[in-house]
């Protein structure tokens, strides 16, 4: 007769116990029973959110109900096992059933802690961890204009996104000094603030809640620096409490703040009971990631079938993407007191990128580190730190960006037996064996190793080992855009345009899988837009915020307005046209690098009307927000200036006009200088022209920013048609050959054969493609059309320039200071002795 396991609860961790041991016992020497309180098997509660952004809750289930029942496992949803009775060895359920077990596995998970503040009991306060919760939080959501998340770590801030993007008006309150407090040091934590507040959601750092103000529901909060914030709705998300109640009545040991007590053999005090995942307490500490779970349940599977194995603590090295940012952190964060350990620090608030090495004192041993901005380095520096290889003499070239020589490790450089995959325990050979058995993508890689199906933090490393794996045995890998096609940026605009394929969905419906994500959707949008030419707000759920609303979203959640002014040249009229405007909607205003005129703080729901006037005195769209051909700067050439040679400011403003609103992988800039003293500095330009006593220079690929690139020489003393004529060929053929987001400047860096490449195509037509890369930028050019004024022109468009999604109230927590005349966006203090937080 077959021994019956109880599993209480099916959540991921009971689940993935399930699933090892259905795998394991080929003997058929178990039968499971499990019970959930939950009114559905496990789902993937690490990829929650995206229920938000359209998953269902079966495409979140860890298996489907005919699973179970395949692999003869019983499963009750909906049923609370209420008690256990240790002496009978059986199991009380809500529904009155009585189930003995020979073997018992706690898997009951954690809660969501909720602090004891008076007034948390209030309508409008949310918890996020079930479906069940984001459905709440969702129908709330419908009625309410902001919403404040507690608590400032990993969770809090992706309830912050998630509130957001319902169209709330966010704000994140932490009890600590920084956010991520566990995770990130102060630098970092100022760093990620910074960010997260650019991207339209208010950070509040040291705020003790002490009370929840309103009548039955949540009208503010209050804080015991006696300021208030008035909200609408709340999402507490303070931390997790292990699910012990059931332990603690059936006199198991628990910890003195909570947790199952177990030993390494995930054995609690009693000899038949194992407690596994977010319930456990090993050695003082709960973890609360899956990983740690999915390899305490590969333990205890192998345990029950007679196995040597034992958990040994868990690395708590995490990697997520937070509001659209990487953060990732791994082993020490702080050179421990008096270890002589030394701290590499690359922190560059321009850029948003803030990377730490915490180093041994004799340089050779990684023992931990801080990504935010940028953590490709993430997976080569957990096979250091994990593998404890050996570090390169000068470590900090393992942060620096690729650009500077950077000496990331590579798939080549990571052993065989170093572990990939945390959560499923696959290494490296695991993966290269089943490329060698036919596993040709990434898909196949996952459904085969289970690689990557977790909490997903190995993906990116997974991919580059396949790469090179596939690449060692002579097989060709296409730069797949994402998880969701197959195919590079490249393919799939070959196949937008050979197929006439005009929207995301049709798309991703005939070429890809699933429902996209914030890599391909933009990514996609921009093909779309530039090959059929039509604005952007036809894709515009496929866009960041900036293309959401034609314009770029500043740190206090306003927007600016920058109209065209070709070459930077402007007439009186006009430029009063623009003081008047600026003046009646009291909008900041400055001149930009591209020479032309940027009217900052506008809200929302002004910017139509204000675009309606702009436009109406004669003004177009300047595409400061798309990827899109930006400026084209001049001097003023031989009409004013004495040494110039040719007329620079009419070629800039034809050309400007030219390939305006032109859609591409990235911002374009261009530059015209009428002689060789080169005041437009037209090469840190994408594409700069410098004139000559012949004719023009071209030069390509150059750009300014955060690692200036000067442009190459391209063609010398060429005449204005011929100009032309290249500059077309070469924008088409960046527009269509360039990955996603890559610069003119990156691309030609990763250009087989680079400039001569480049040259042989545009200049001697090599590959025989110039006739068709001229007319398609013809057609581009012929289809102009200014999108602001189709934007207004549209009732339908118009409905999205609204403050919140659900009312059209104005955003009233916009504050502003007056600086030098102009206005200015309050700070935090300012705010709070205006209106938003109330004394
Ligand atoms: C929004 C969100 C994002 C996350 N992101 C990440 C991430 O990026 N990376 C990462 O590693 N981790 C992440 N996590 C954490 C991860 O989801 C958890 O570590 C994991 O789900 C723990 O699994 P578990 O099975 O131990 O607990 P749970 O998933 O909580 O499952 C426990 C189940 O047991 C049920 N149960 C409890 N008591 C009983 C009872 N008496 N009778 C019957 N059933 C009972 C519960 O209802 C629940 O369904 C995230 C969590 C959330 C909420
Ligand atoms: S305008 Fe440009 S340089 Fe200035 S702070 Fe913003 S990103 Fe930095
Ligand atoms: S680049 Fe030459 S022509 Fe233009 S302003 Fe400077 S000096 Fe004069």
Same mark, same amino acid.
């Given at each position: 007769?077959?021994?019956?396991?109880?599993?209480?609860?099916?959540?991921?961790?009971?689940?993935?116990?399930?699933?090892?041991?259905?795998?394991?016992?080929?003997?058929?020497?178990? +039968?499971?029973?499990?019970?959930?309180?939950?009114?559905?098997?496990?789902?993937?509660?690490?990829?929650?959110?995206?229920?938000?952004?359209?998953?269902?809750?079966?495409?979140?289930?860890?298996?489907?109900?005919?699973?179970?029942?395949?692999?003869?496992?019983?499963?009750?949803?909906?049923?609370?096992?209420?008690?256990?009775?240790?002496?009978?060895?059986?199991?009380?359920? @809500?529904?009155?059933?009585?189930?003995?077990?020979?073997?018992?596995?706690?898997?009951?998970?954690?809660?969501?802690?909720?602090?004891?503040?008076?007034?948390?009991?209030?309508?409008?306060?949310?918890?996020?961890?079930?479906?069940?919760?984001?459905?709440?939080?969702?129908?709330?959501?419908?009625?309410?204009?902001?919403?404040?998340?507690?608590?400032?770590?990993?969770?809090?801030?992706?309830?912050?996104?998630?509130?957001?993007?319902?169209?709330?008006?966010?704000?994140?309150?932490?009890?600590?000094?920084?956010?991520?407090?566990?995770?990130? #040091?102060?630098?970092?934590?100022?760093?990620?603030?910074?960010?997260?507040?650019?991207?339209?959601?208010?950070?509040?750092?040291?705020? @003790?809640?002490?009370?929840?103000?309103?009548?039955?529901?949540?009208?503010?909060?209050?804080?015991?620096?006696?300021?208030?914030?008035?909200?609408?709705?709340?999402?507490?998300?303070?931390?997790?409490?292990?699910?012990?109640?059931?332990?603690?009545?059936?006199?198991?040991?628990?910890?003195?703040?909570?947790?199952?007590?177990?030993?390494?053999?995930?054995?609690?005090?009693?000899?038949?009971?194992?407690?596994?995942?977010?319930?456990?307490?090993?050695?003082?500490?709960?973890?609360?990631?899956?990983?740690?779970?999915? +390899?305490? @349940?590969?333990?205890?599977?192998?345990?029950?079938?007679?196995? *040597?194995?034992?958990? *040994?603590?868990?690395?708590?090295?995490?990697?997520?993407?937070?509001?659209?940012?990487?953060?990732?952190?791994?082993?020490?964060?702080?050179?421990?007191?008096?270890?002589?350990?030394?701290?590499?620090?690359?922190?560059?608030?321009?850029?948003?990128?803030?990377?730490?090495?915490?180093?041994?004192?004799?340089?050779?041993?990684?023992?931990?580190?801080?990504?935010?901005?940028?953590?490709?380095?993430?997976?080569?520096?957990?096979?250091?730190?994990?593998?404890?290889?050996?570090?390169?003499? *000068?470590?900090?070239?393992?942060?620096?960006?690729?650009?500077?020589?950077?000496?990331?490790?590579?798939?080549?450089?990571?052993?065989?037996?170093?572990?990939?995959?945390?959560? *499923?325990?696959?290494?490296?050979?695991?993966?290269?064996?089943?490329?060698?058995?036919?596993?040709?993508?990434?898909?196949?890689?996952?459904?085969?190793?289970?690689?990557?199906?977790?909490?997903?933090?190995?993906?990116?490393?997974?991919?580059?080992?396949?790469?090179?794996?596939?690449?060692?045995?002579?097989?060709?890998?296409?730069?797949?855009?994402?998880?969701?096609?197959?195919?590079?940026?490249?393919?799939?605009?070959?196949?937008?345009?050979?197929?006439?394929?005009?929207?995301?969905?049709?798309?991703?419906?005939?070429?890809?899988?699933?429902?996209?994500?914030?890599?391909?959707?933009?990514?996609?949008?921009?093909?779309?837009?530039?090959?059929?030419?039509?604005?952007?707000?036809?894709?515009?759920?496929?866009?960041?915020?900036?293309?959401?609303?034609?314009?770029?979203?500043?740190?206090?959640?306003?927007?600016?307005?920058?109209?065209?002014?070709?070459?930077?040249?402007?007439?009186?009229?006009?430029?009063?046209?623009?003081?008047?405007?600026?003046?009646?909607?009291?909008?900041?205003?400055?001149?930009?690098?591209?020479?032309?005129?940027?009217?900052?703080?506008?809200?929302?729901?002004?910017?139509?009307?204000?675009?309606?006037?702009?436009?109406?005195?004669?003004?177009?769209?300047?595409?400061?927000?798309?990827?899109?051909?930006?400026?084209?700067?001049?001097?003023?050439?031989?009409?004013?200036?004495?040494?110039?040679?040719?007329?620079?400011?009419?070629?800039?403003?034809?050309?400007?006009?030219?390939?305006?609103?032109?859609?591409?992988?990235?911002?374009?800039?261009?530059?015209?200088?009428?002689?060789?003293?080169?005041?437009?500095?037209?090469?840190?330009?994408?594409?700069?022209?410098?004139?000559?006593?012949?004719?023009?220079?071209?030069?390509?690929?150059?750009?300014?920013?955060?690692?200036?690139?000067?442009?190459?020489?391209?063609?010398?003393?060429?005449?204005?048609?011929?100009?032309?004529?290249?500059?077309?060929?070469?924008?088409?053929?960046?527009?269509?050959?360039?990955?996603?987001?890559?610069?003119?400047?990156?691309?030609?860096?990763?250009?087989?054969?680079?400039?001569?490449?480049?040259?042989?195509?545009?200049?001697? #037509?090599?590959?025989?493609?110039?006739?068709?890369?001229?007319?398609?930028?013809?057609?581009?050019?012929?289809?102009?059309?200014?999108?602001?004024?189709?934007?207004?022109?549209?009732?339908?468009?118009?409905?999205?320039?609204?403050?919140?999604?659900?009312?059209?109230?104005?955003?009233?927590?916009?504050?502003?200071?007056?600086?030098?005349?102009?206005?200015?966006?309050?700070?935090?203090?300012?705010?709070?002795?205006?209106? @938003?937080?109330?004394?």
């Amino acid at each position: 007769m077959k021994e019956r396991i109880i599993v209480i609860g099916n959540g991921m961790v009971g689940y993935k116990f399930c699933e090892r041991l259905v795998s394991k016992d080929t003997a058929k020497r178990y +039968q499971i029973v499990t019970f959930c309180e939950e009114p559905r098997p496990a789902y993937d509660r690490v990829h929650l959110s995206e229920y938000f952004s359209g998953k269902s809750a079966d495409d979140l289930a860890m298996a489907k109900f005919n699973w179970y029942e395949d692999n003869g496992v019983e499963l009750h949803v909906n049923e609370l096992a209420t008690s256990i009775d240790r002496k009978n060895k059986r199991v009380l359920t @809500a529904a009155g059933k009585v189930v003995p077990y020979d073997k018992l596995i706690m898997a009951t998970g954690s809660s969501p802690f909720v602090p004891p503040v008076p007034g948390i009991e209030k309508k409008g306060v949310f918890v996020y961890r079930t479906i069940e919760d984001l459905e709440a939080i969702k129908a709330y959501a419908k009625n309410s204009k902001t919403c404040a998340v507690i608590g400032g770590g990993l969770l809090g801030l992706e309830a912050a996104k998630a509130a957001q993007d319902l169209g709330l008006k966010t704000h994140v309150v932490e009890f600590a000094p920084r956010l991520m407090p566990r995770q990130l #040091d102060e630098d970092a934590g100022i760093m990620l603030k910074d960010i997260i507040e650019e991207r339209g959601i208010q950070v509040h750092l040291n705020k @003790a809640t002490k009370n929840i103000a309103g009548e039955d529901t949540v009208s503010a909060m209050e804080f015991s620096d006696d300021s208030k914030l008035p909200v609408d709705m709340i999402i507490v998300s303070a931390g997790i409490r292990p699910r012990d109640e059931l332990a603690k009545e059936a006199g198991l040991e628990v910890g003195e703040r909570g947790g199952i007590q177990v030993n390494s053999l995930l054995l609690t005090s009693d000899p038949h009971i194992f407690a596994i995942g977010e319930c456990a307490l090993y050695e003082g500490m709960i973890y609360g990631l899956v990983a740690p779970g999915y +390899q305490m @349940a590969d333990a205890v599977s192998d345990l029950l079938l007679g196995k *040597e194995a034992s958990f *040994e603590g868990a690395d708590m090295s995490t990697k997520l993407k937070l509001i659209g940012t990487d953060v990732a952190s791994f082993g020490a964060i702080e050179a421990p007191a008096d270890s002589g350990a030394r701290e590499i620090v690359i922190n560059d608030p321009h850029s948003k990128l803030y990377k730490k090495l915490v180093v041994s004192a004799d340089g050779k041993t990684l023992l931990g580190g801080i990504l935010v901005g940028d953590a490709s380095a993430y997976g080569g520096l957990l096979q250091i730190y994990q593998n404890g290889l050996v570090m390169p003499p *000068e470590p900090i070239q393992l942060i620096l960006p690729a650009s500077e020589g950077s000496a990331a490790m590579g798939a080549h450089d990571i052993p065989s037996d170093a572990q990939i995959c945390s959560c *499923e325990s696959v290494t490296k050979g695991d993966l290269c064996d089943a490329i060698d058995n036919g596993c040709g993508s990434i898909g196949e890689l996952k459904a085969c190793t289970k690689a990557g199906t977790g909490c997903g933090g190995c993906v990116p490393l997974m991919t580059d080992i396949f790469k090179a794996k596939m690449k060692e045995n002579g097989v060709v890998v296409s730069n797949r855009l994402c998880e969701h096609f197959d195919h590079s940026r490249t393919e799939l605009y070959q196949i937008i345009r050979a197929t006439g394929i005009q929207t995301f969905e049709e798309l991703i419906k005939k070429h890809g899988t699933s429902l996209g994500c914030e890599v391909c959707k933009p990514a996609v949008g921009s093909i779309l837009a530039s090959t059929w030419n039509k604005p952007i707000l036809e894709h515009a759920q496929l866009q960041d915020t900036n293309d959401t609303f034609l314009a770029n979203i500043q740190q206090d959640g306003t927007y600016s307005v920058i109209p065209r002014v070709p070459g930077g040249e402007i007439t009186p009229d006009k430029l009063i046209v623009i003081g008047q405007v600026a003046k009646k909607y009291d909008l900041y205003m400055k001149f930009t690098g591209g020479q032309r005129i940027d009217m900052l703080g506008a809200r929302v729901d002004q910017l139509p009307s204000i675009w309606k006037e702009l436009i109406d005195a004669g003004f177009e769209s300047g595409h400061a927000y798309g990827k899109a051909l930006r400026t084209v700067k001049s001097c003023v050439g031989s009409s004013w200036c004495r040494f110039g040679v040719q007329d620079s400011t009419t070629l800039a403003i034809d050309v400007e006009n030219r390939y305006r609103g032109i859609r591409s992988p990235h911002k374009i800039k261009g530059g015209v200088s009428g002689c060789a003293r080169e005041c437009s500095e037209a090469r840190s330009k994408d594409f700069g022209i410098i004139a000559t006593e012949k004719g023009w220079n071209l030069y390509v690929c150059g750009n300014g920013g955060m690692n200036p690139r000067h442009a190459d020489l391209f063609a010398t003393d060429i005449d204005r048609e011929t100009l032309i004529k290249y500059i077309d060929r070469f924008l088409m053929y960046y527009i269509k050959t360039a990955d996603k987001l890559e610069r003119t400047a990156t691309w030609m860096t990763k250009l087989d054969g680079g400039l001569k490449h480049l040259q042989d195509v545009v200049i001697n #037509d090599s590959l025989g493609i110039c006739d068709e890369l001229e007319a398609q930028m013809q057609q581009l050019i012929d289809t102009f059309e200014c999108e602001w004024t189709n934007a207004i022109n549209d009732p339908e468009k118009m409905k999205r320039f609204r403050s919140f999604s659900n009312t059209d109230d104005k955003d009233d927590s916009i504050h502003f200071v007056k600086v030098r005349d102009q206005i200015s966006p309050a700070r935090l203090n300012e705010t709070a002795e205006e209106t @938003a937080i109330a004394q």
